[in-house]
């Protein structure tokens, strides 16, 4: 099913080359104004066709709300919006169901639904189901702002390039609206012209790089979450996941602490301006699945985008021969630029969905 949540419901509907894609999101209380052009400032950071960096393929993103929301105040019935599909070029994707891309989820779905899938631009496994994610995570964040929680993630690396990692102790609301409004967010602007150089490195041969991207959850009260399978980290992780392309999550120092001594990894506390909080955040703002008030941090891998123009291997499904395939179309060298609203989306709507 491609609906999250419990206290609220998030499903997503369409295809990649669909008439339209889009979310319905149940559960969202009556009440709260939206402001449907920062919504659309989200929604653009995602967008496809600005950039090198990404697919040429232009998609306006204009997400039309049919129901929900009524003078920008959310009424309490479901949120639904529908984002039409405009510039697609159906015919490079037609000898993919026989010969399914190395990466992708092309033999997967010709298994699981005999062969009856839409492979047009992977279909409803497509990038292009995050711009519904965005949208609802872009009217979601808005709620949680109200209730003091901002949301903001980075370009924490593209290849072997790497950005500035967030302080884990203290972030500002400055970096965070600056993060908020940019297309290629960085905390060290210095190292974007070697992370674009690097994609282009990667286009000019036909193929493909991936990443990581940090996120942080800020204003998260004390007490959100539980032990075991009620944890955070994992409501957090399944929002993730659900973004084409995640291939890896891990919070505060995550795999580091791995190679640490505990007198090293743990995060000593302190009174500071009569709060309890910590001197360093290796945790990443969660302790026993529960938040500590902190800012919730964690980082999510990107794999390389598998549609790439280089000559790969593959099989006939048909002939039932080895054969090769180049990609034709329309892709991105580098998905990671473009996921990061995704990724804080997704944050969003675990957040929200756990504070209930």
Excluded: W
């Amino acid at each position: 099913m491609s609906t999250f949540g419990k206290n609220i419901k998030v499903s997503v509907f369409g295809e990649s080359h669909g008439e339209a894609i889009g979310a319905v999101i149940d559960g969202v209380p009556a009440g709260f104004e939206i402001d449907m052009d920062k919504v659309l400032v989200q929604m653009a950071r995602r967008a496809p066709g600005k950039d090198k960096t990404a697919t040429p393929r232009l998609e306006k993103d204009f997400p039309r709300v049919m129901s929900g929301i009524l003078n920008g105040v959310t009424t309490g019935a479901p949120i639904a919006c529908v984002i039409e599909n405009t510039n697609t070029k159906s015919a490079d994707y037609s000898n993919l169901l026989e010969n399914p891309r190395p990466g992708h989820s092309d033999y997967t779905a010709f298994v699981k639904y005999g062969g009856n899938n839409d492979i047009r631009g992977g279909g409803h496994f497509s990038g292009r189901l995050t711009a519904p994610i965005v949208f609802a995570g872009a009217v979601l964040r808005q709620i949680l702002e109200k209730k003091g929680i901002k949301i903001a993630a980075h370009i924490s690396s593209i290849g072997n390039v790497y950005d500035s990692r967030f302080d884990g102790a203290e972030i500002s609301d400055e970096l965070i609206d600056t993060l908020n409004n940019s297309a290629f967010s960085l905390v060290d602007g210095s190292v974007e012209e070697k992370m674009r150089e690097t994609v282009e490195s990667a286009r000019k041969d036909g193929d493909s790089v991936g990443g990581t991207i940090e996120c942080a959850v800020v204003g998260m009260p004390i007490g959100v979450g539980g032990p075991l399978f009620s944890g955070i980290e994992g409501e957090i992780s399944k929002a993730v996941f659900g973004i084409p392309s995640v291939k890896g999550i891990e919070f505060g120092a995550g795999f580091d602490s791995a190679h640490r001594r505990g007198s090293e990894n743990n995060d000593a506390f302190e009174y500071k301006e009569g709060k309890v909080v910590t001197k360093t955040n290796n945790c990443g703002g969660i302790l026993g699945g529960i938040s500590n008030g902190m800012p919730i941090i964690f980082r999510a891998a990107i794999k390389p985008t598998p549609s790439i123009s280089k000559q790969q291997e593959t099989v006939n499904l048909k002939t039932k021969e080895n054969t090769t395939l180049s990609v034709k179309g329309r892709h991105d060298p580098c998905i990671v630029p473009r996921a990061v609203p995704v990724i804080e989306a997704a944050a969003a709507i675990a957040i929200f969905d756990m504070l209930g």
